[in-house]
């Protein structure tokens, strides 16, 4: 089984740009869940989508955001890059909000 | 609100050593999910176990155990005889089971850098 995949692995923007991350879900996973990791903050929760509907987000602005398609994978955008934008995107689903939430491995963003 | 506390924030030890990872919890709702990932290098988050809060039941697999203490709130995790391998960040992590602005996201602690020596 494959399991969550996302793409690009690493991206390099400049500030003020736009960007969009992709993320897969393990197949049957409904939900997926969208984390940032920057240096020295953890893992802060950006966003959930659920059956193509955003279910809850984060405290981020609104220049974060995204969707899900009827496939279940889905995107982030994030418009006007700032250089604190720069992190790791961890994306992740489940069947289920109780747990077993499965990671990807990121995509690493450099903002400069 | 929610909180996840790890007060170690490295850790070192040579192989074969014992090591235990602090986790301590705030939560007020009844119902919750308590997580323990490890994040290698590679960047992934590796699901190692899940915690329901009315399942106090400590567990063990293979190296790894878990202690579960609701009243200290706590959810402690030790590896006996540490490997190189085991080297990674591992981060202790809770999800409510409940409606609101808490529904649907994991809460992390700020992550215990592991490092083995040979």
């Known amino acids: 089984e494959a399991g969550v995949t996302q793409s690009p692995t690493h991206l390099i923007k400049t500030r003020g740009q736009q960007v969009t991350l992709r993320c897969s879900p393990i197949s049957g996973h409904t939900s997926v869940y969208w984390y940032q990791q920057a240096l020295g903050l953890g893992l802060q929760f950006l966003l959930w989508y659920d059956e193509g509907e955003e279910r809850n987000r984060g405290n981020f602005p609104p220049r974060f955001s995204g969707r899900q398609f009827p496939n279940y994978s889905s995107e982030l955008n994030v418009n006007a890059l700032e250089l604190e934008d720069s992190a790791l995107y961890l994306c992740?689903?489940?069947?289920?909000?109780?747990?077993?939430?499965?990671f990807g491995s990121g995509t690493r963003l450099t903002v400069v | 609100a929610q909180k996840v506390t790890q007060a170690q924030t490295e850790i070192s030890v040579v192989e074969k050593e014992d090591v235990t990872l602090d986790c301590v919890y705030e939560t007020r709702d009844t119902t919750y999910y308590l997580f323990w990932y490890k994040q290698p290098p590679s960047g992934e988050l590796v699901f190692l176990i899940r915690r329901n809060s009315f399942d106090e039941q400590n567990e063990i697999s293979g190296r790894y155990s878990w202690n579960f203490q609701k009243s200290t709130s706590s959810f402690n995790f030790t590896i006996t005889a540490s490997q190189v391998v085991d080297s990674a960040v591992y981060f202790c992590?809770?999800?409510?089971?409940?409606?609101?602005?808490?529904?649907?996201?994991?809460?992390f602690g700020q992550g215990t850098i592991l490092t083995v020596h040979p």
């Open positions: 992740a689903s489940s069947l289920d909000q109780g747990g077993g939430y499965t």
């Open positions: 992590a809770l999800s409510l089971n409940a409606g609101g602005t808490s529904y649907g996201k994991l809460t």
